[in-house]
């Protein structure tokens, strides 16, 4: 089944001199249910206004945007997105802002017992009551996954997440996401808390793609490294104006991955020259039209 479905999705903006700007042109895009697909390109190539699209935050110019066969009209309301920028509010504490989906969606009543079950799940729970400013980074982001993964929606729309962390609590937070997407009901009890003392240890074995309760992540990054460590497969973006997709790249690594040891092993590094030799002429490309 396709969960996400693009289809010749061209997108045009009216600059302020009143002038065009085509930024993505006939990109087409099938996602299937469960899947993991990463999209890179060079900077300003309009990966995040794709994902945009796929959310229904704004509709394409021409073109098609399908979730789960349906036309896509309005927002995606069967996807949860996570922006560069943590959406925590800073008058509420950790908890109030897991629940604050729940609150929203009418299904306050058991908010709370929720929140703290996946506070739990992603190690946060001695941190219910304090606010995002007494977090660290790497833990509000937490709070951030814990806030999308609550709502139970099949797709997750995820913009450069990490990419403002320093590179051990970006991992960190890799290995994080990799636990909560290829285990049904994420870690628990001592399975977490072994997780977290090591990401190296998997404690359920990886079921691959027959899992309906999977969810589908679409993930936009600028590191082709992570691209390639998270993802079943790489879709690379032209460089802009008129972005397009130039390549899409299975990612054939098993899993479940240690993303401690996978970056140096030979087929990591064979994956990455393959990826690189496209992207680099598409980056050299963006550099001479800036």
Not at 253 to 275: G, H, I, M, N, Q
Request: proline share 6%; hydrophobic share 45%; net charge neutral.
């Amino acid at each position: 089944m396709t969960a996400l479905e693009l289809e010749s999705v061209s997108k045009q903006f009216v600059t302020p001199d009143g002038g065009s700007y085509r930024a993505l042109e006939r990109v087409s895009l099938a996602v299937p249910a469960g899947a993991f697909v990463a999209i890179v390109g060079p900077s300003g190539c309009g990966k995040s206004t794709l994902l945009n699209i796929a959310a229904g935050l704004q509709p394409p110019s021409s073109g098609s945007v399908r979730v789960d066969g349906e036309p896509l009209s309005g927002l995606n309301r069967r996807a949860t997105y996570m922006f560069q920028q943590d959406a925590l509010l800073p008058w509420k504490n950790v908890r109030e802002n897991v629940a604050l989906g729940l609150v929203l969606a009418g299904a306050a009543a058991d908010g709370n017992a929720r929140a703290d079950e996946w506070l739990a799940r992603v190690g946060l729970s001695a941190f219910a009551m304090h606010y995002p400013s007494q977090l660290s980074g790497g833990m509000r982001k937490r709070v951030a996954m814990a806030q999308n993964w609550i709502l139970d929606r099949g797709m997750l729309l995820m913009d450069e997440p990490f990419s403002a962390l320093d590179v051990h609590t970006r991992q960190r937070m890799e290995t994080e996401l990799l636990a909560l997407w290829e285990s049904t009901d994420g870690y628990r009890g001592p399975e977490r808390a072994a997780l977290l003392v090591d990401p190296k240890i998997v404690a359920r074995p990886f079921q691959g793609r027959d899992r309906p309760d999977r969810k589908t992540v679409v993930f936009v990054t600028h590191d082709l490294e992570e691209a390639i460590a998270l993802a079943d497969e790489v879709v690379v973006l032209s460089a802009g104006p008129a972005s397009h997709v130039v390549a899409r790249h299975p990612v054939t690594l098993d899993r479940p991955r240690d993303l401690l040891e996978l970056r140096t092993s030979a087929a990591f590094v064979d994956l990455y020259r393959s990826l690189w030799a496209v992207l680099r002429d598409e980056v050299i490309k963006s550099q001479r039209a800036s």
